[in-house]
């Protein structure tokens, strides 16, 4: 039933989360090693392209040898782990209907490919599943987020190995049976698309020991597509009642002129973006994937069954982040600007974040009809917001209308979506409370209604503020996104 500001009842207002960048606690309770926990934070002036995400087998081994100084701010987060009651009571405040969070993969199977589940892992995050209930709050999870466990690295060199689908799916199973009945939103891959962008990452894969990276990065894309269908049947048979969507990074194309040309590419673009949601939803590998796997010569080994599997298990619903749109054009001259996973050309019409992240509202209105013209399955925005960096003034308050600006002008374009008929489930803004970030591993590129003290190099004491958004938000929600 839609009410009169177009949004459903039961609408899923909220926020979304990752273990790694929230949890801390990397090493207790049983957990074991995983991607995140070797990333470590580079200052602003000595990142480069090769060493912000991706890692080498080296730092793995001077990380491993005690021999690295650096600091690793996804080993530390906001200290979740054991703060996770007095942060949902905050979230709870601003009247949160969901939040997203991700198991950690290796504090439930601290090598990945275990037999046995780790008993104190389960537990926690039946704590946390519990507590969120008590307030009335949905969880909505994802299987893995950028934490694949080490031990599979070392194993089978990450997603590299077929092997490791099985690991999953028996991840995934242990997971669903244990949470049954209290967890309905689930998700398998956070943005899969960056298997293909960042392989370790997106799937633990050390490239300097492959001979073809690239065209590996698309065997490991299989082996995790075939992974996200046989979770999603395994939930089928484990709770029926539960739903599973699949998460991409949405990067609309625009070309950057009317000439043709550009035209083209942005639609050649676009669909390689598409490509995972067009898996997930319409369970096949569509003929313009297959043309792009010819003309680089990549041969996928598809084994016996994999196709049946993708066809017969499509997601639910279609879940995805939207930060910002980009632009394609069959030149690589240009003024270019940094953005989500990938840079682009400069848009004259957009301004960008300080990040250099382009901030288009309209985009997130052409992106759901676009996604619901394609495929006529719920959407649901898991991830949006602004990363900024907020003062503090000196009573303790935070005035940050920037965000407060972004959020509105976002939600706005999306209840215009809703108008259009596009079915909308909710909308999570990323990072509701800061957190660490994913790209930076920066404190101070911040997106949360909720402040926590501590800065890039660790300091702080990480007592937790309200900003001027945490209001603004909660009003939102109240009126079911009436007030913006
Ligand atoms: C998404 C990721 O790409 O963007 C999150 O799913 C991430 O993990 C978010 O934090 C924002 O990116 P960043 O680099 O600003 O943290």
């Not at 080498?56 to 021999?67: A, M, N, W, Y």
């Not at 949902?88 to 997203?100: H, S, T």
């Not at 092997?163 to 891959?189: C, D, N, P, Q, S």
Request: charged content about 25%; proline content about 3%.
């Amino acid at each position: 039933m839609q009410t009169n500001t177009g949004f459903k009842d039961g609408f899923l207002w909220g926020g979304a989360t990752a273990a790694n960048q929230i949890e801390g606690a990397f090493d207790v309770d049983g957990k074991g090693l995983s991607s995140a926990d070797f990333v470590e934070y580079i200052p602003k002036e000595q990142r480069t392209k090769d060493n912000s995400m991706e890692v080498t087998t080296e730092h793995i081994q001077k990380v491993l040898s005690g021999e690295y100084e650096g600091r690793f701010p996804k080993r530390e987060g906001i200290n979740f782990y054991y703060h996770y009651e007095e942060d949902i009571k905050l979230l709870a405040e601003m009247g949160f209907k969901a939040f997203r969070m991700s198991i950690h993969w290796s504090r439930v199977f601290p090598k990945g490919f275990e037999s046995e589940p780790n008993e104190a892992g389960l537990k926690f995050y039946e704590n946390v599943f519990k507590t969120l209930k008590s307030y009335d709050i949905e969880p909505v999870v994802t299987l893995s987020h950028y934490e694949t466990p080490y031990g599979l690295t070392e194993k089978y060199n990450g997603w590299i190995g077929r092997e490791v689908i099985e690991h999953f799916e028996h991840y995934a199973k242990t997971v669903f049976k244990r949470y049954k009945g209290l967890v309905k939103y689930w998700m398998t891959f956070n943005e899969i698309n960056i298997i293909n962008i960042s392989p370790f990452t997106g799937g633990g894969i050390l490239s300097d020991q492959l001979e073809n990276p690239k065209a590996a990065s698309y065997q490991a894309l299989h082996h995790q597509l075939v992974a996200s269908s046989l979770a999603t049947k395994a939930l089928r048979e484990i709770d029926a009642d539960a739903q599973m969507g699949c998460m991409l990074a949405r990067m609309k194309h625009y070309p950057y002129t009317c000439n043709p040309e550009d035209v083209l590419k942005a639609m050649q673009d676009d669909q390689m973006n598409l490509l995972y949601t067009d898996v997930h939803a319409l369970g096949e590998y569509p003929n313009y994937y297959k043309q792009f796997l010819k003309e680089n010569d990549i041969n996928l080994d598809i084994q016996e069954g994999d196709l049946e599997t993708l066809k017969n298990y499509t997601v639910d619903y279609i879940s995805f982040s939207y930060y910002m749109s980009l632009l394609s054009a069959n030149t690589e001259e240009g003024i270019r600007t940094e953005g989500n996973l990938m840079n682009s050309l400069k848009n004259p019409y957009l301004e960008a974040s300080e990040w250099g992240w382009q901030i288009d509202p309209i985009g997130i209105r052409v992106v759901l009809n676009e996604f619901w013209d394609r495929y006529h399955k719920p959407l649901f925005i898991v991830e949006n917001g602004l990363g900024a960096k907020d003062k503090v003034e000196e009573d303790g308050s935070i005035h940050d209308s920037y965000r407060i600006d972004y959020l509105e002008k976002h939600i706005s374009e999306m209840k215009k979506a809703v108008i259009d008929g596009v079915d909308l489930m909710g909308y999570l803004a990323w990072g509701p409370i800061d957190l660490v970030s994913m790209s930076t591993s920066e404190m101070s590129k911040r997106y949360g209604f909720i402040y926590v003290d501590k800065d890039d190099e660790g300091n702080g004491s990480g007592e937790r503020t309200r900003k001027d958004s945490f209001n603004w938000y909660k009003n939102v929600i109240e009126t079911n996104g009436g007030n913006l």
